[in-house]
């Protein structure tokens, strides 16, 4: 019973964690959802009191089966690897989540930093031409705005 209950807390937050929308919370959700299902290949060998396996002063059908541990050793294992695989996949692609070029940031947040790192006249003045930093500070705005008359496109 209480094996049962084990494995449905684990599916419940296996399944809760991979709801949300961040990459580590579904990678630990894949983790709890192996834990749970090595506890169900444990479960398939008996839980009740047996004899060591391989034993040869109890009977053999007193012995505990190995096959089930066997599975849940090799299920650790594989586990394991999958989670460090996609923990160093995760953090590999949020390095590359920078995109080269992006001068101006989307995010609020990061456009309050990027107004704190460089002055408001500093800014204007880059936005303007008027200075030598003005490749690196031009806004997104300047760089895909279309001729809309005659005499802009001249």
Same mark, same amino acid.
């Given at each position: 019973?209480?094996?049962?209950?084990?494995? *449905?807390?684990?599916?419940?937050?296996?399944?809760?964690?991979?709801?949300?929308?961040?990459?580590?919370?579904?990678?630990?959700?894949?983790?709890?959802? *192996?834990?749970?299902?090595?506890?169900?290949?444990?479960?398939? *060998?008996?839980? !009740?009191?047996?004899?060591?396996?391989?034993?040869?002063?109890?009977?053999?059908?007193?012995?505990?089966?190995?096959?089930?541990?066997?599975?849940?050793?090799?299920?650790?294992?594989?586990?394991?690897?999958?989670?460090?695989?996609?923990?160093?996949?995760?953090? /590999?692609?949020?390095?590359?989540?920078?995109?080269?070029?992006?001068?101006?940031?989307? !995010?609020?947040?990061?456009?309050?930093?990027? !107004?704190?790192?460089?002055?408001?006249?500093?800014? !204007?003045?880059?936005?303007? *031409?008027?200075?030598?930093?003005?490749?690196?500070?031009? /806004?997104?705005?300047?760089? /895909?705005?279309?001729?809309?008359?005659?005499?802009?496109?001249?």
């Amino acid at each position: 019973m209480t094996l049962a209950l084990t494995v *449905g807390l684990l599916m419940f937050g296996a399944v809760y964690l991979f709801s949300k929308r961040e990459l580590l919370r579904v990678i630990l959700g894949l983790v709890l959802l *192996g834990h749970a299902g090595n506890l169900i290949l444990l479960a398939a *060998g008996g839980t !009740d009191r047996r004899a060591l396996p391989f034993s040869h002063k109890h009977e053999l059908a007193t012995q505990a089966d190995p096959l089930p541990q066997a599975f849940v050793l090799t299920a650790i294992v594989i586990s394991f690897a999958i989670t460090v695989l996609l923990l160093v996949l995760s953090v /590999t692609g949020r390095q590359d989540d920078a995109v080269a070029g992006r001068d101006e940031p989307t !995010d609020p947040l990061e456009q309050s930093a990027a !107004d704190a790192r460089y002055p408001r006249q500093e800014l !204007d003045a880059a936005r303007a *031409g008027l200075t030598d930093r003005a490749p690196a500070l031009r /806004t997104a705005e300047q760089e /895909t705005t279309v001729p809309t008359s005659q005499e802009d496109r001249a």
